[in-house]
T-cell receptor, first 113, second 116 residues
Framework: AQSVTQLGSHVSVSEGALVLLRCNYSSSVPPYLFWYVQYPNQGLQLLLKYTTGATLVKGINGFEAEFKKSETSFHLTKPSAHMSDAAEYFCAVSDTGRRALTFGSGTRLQVQP | ETGVTQSPTHLIKTRGQQVTLRCSSQSGHNTVSWYQQALGQGPQFIFQYYREEENGRGNFPPRFSGLQFPNYSSELNVNALELDDSALYLC???????????????FGEGSWLTVV
């Protein structure tokens, strides 16, 4: 069975500061990993994904994430936060069998002016 | 804009009633999945349809059922509604050309269901 743990249900940063959202996963097979963003009253938008190959993945809006197998982590970072980054962020994992996504409980990012 | 459209956007039902939610997948996508997102939680996988057949199911009771049509649109039906069924229901579609687990899954805006 797969699972995802997102450490910190709420993260608050100042505009221009580093954003770090943590994600740890559990999977019995090589995982495919995703980060999605959800703005208020909207669906989910894919930020980035890791399947195979390069462990540092770049996504949209300046976000990136690094797959670390030894730490079973896939943390999301952005060097400089913008007010428009305020949203809910979800880490997810899937395997080749089910093709379904298992999501974490989400991290709400607040950006202070 | 993902090209996945859902209807209705909001609805209120009474406990014990039945509800049907609809989804039109992105053009050319023949795989559709449904997720339930309760308030303050991450989405949970309900089931997936591929070429009109159920192709995987999460931990949801049989009163949650679905259909996929020849044009790849889909319905989610929930019978005997319970208060805990109140949630955002998300439809997601993905490309047949890349059906492995790493393919990109596109989500709709969701249907908000309130059961009173």
């Amino acid at each position: 069975a797969q699972s995802v743990t997102q450490l910190g249900s709420h993260v608050s940063v100042s505009e221009g500061a580093l954003v770090l959202l943590r994600c740890n996963y559990s999977s019995s097979v090589p995982p495919y990993l995703f980060w999605y963003v959800q703005y208020p009253n909207q669906g989910l938008q894919l930020l980035l994904k890791y399947t195979t190959g390069a462990t540092l993945v770049k996504g949209i809006n300046g976000f990136e994430a690094e797959f670390k197998k030894s730490e079973t982590s896939f943390h999301l970072t952005k060097p400089s936060a913008h007010m428009s980054d305020a949203a809910e962020y979800f880490c997810a994992v899937s395997d080749t069998g089910r093709r379904a996504l298992t999501f974490g409980s989400g991290t709400r990012l607040q950006v202070q002016p | 804009e993902t090209g996945v459209t859902q209807s209705p956007t909001h609805l209120i039902k009474t406990r014990g009633q039945q509800v049907t939610l609809r989804c039109s997948s992105q053009s050319g996508h023949n795989t559709v999945s449904w997720y339930q997102q309760a308030l303050g939680q991450g989405p949970q996988f309900i089931f997936q349809y591929y070429r009109e057949e159920e192709n995987g199911r999460g931990n949801f009771p049989p009163r949650f059922s679905g259909l996929q049509f020849p044009n790849y649109s889909s319905e989610l039906n929930v019978n005997a509604l319970e208060l805990d069924d109140s949630a955002l229901y998300l439809c997601a579609s993905s490309s047949p050309a890349d059906r492995g687990a790493g393919n990109t899954i596109y989500f709709g805006e969701g249907s908000w269901l309130t059961v009173v």
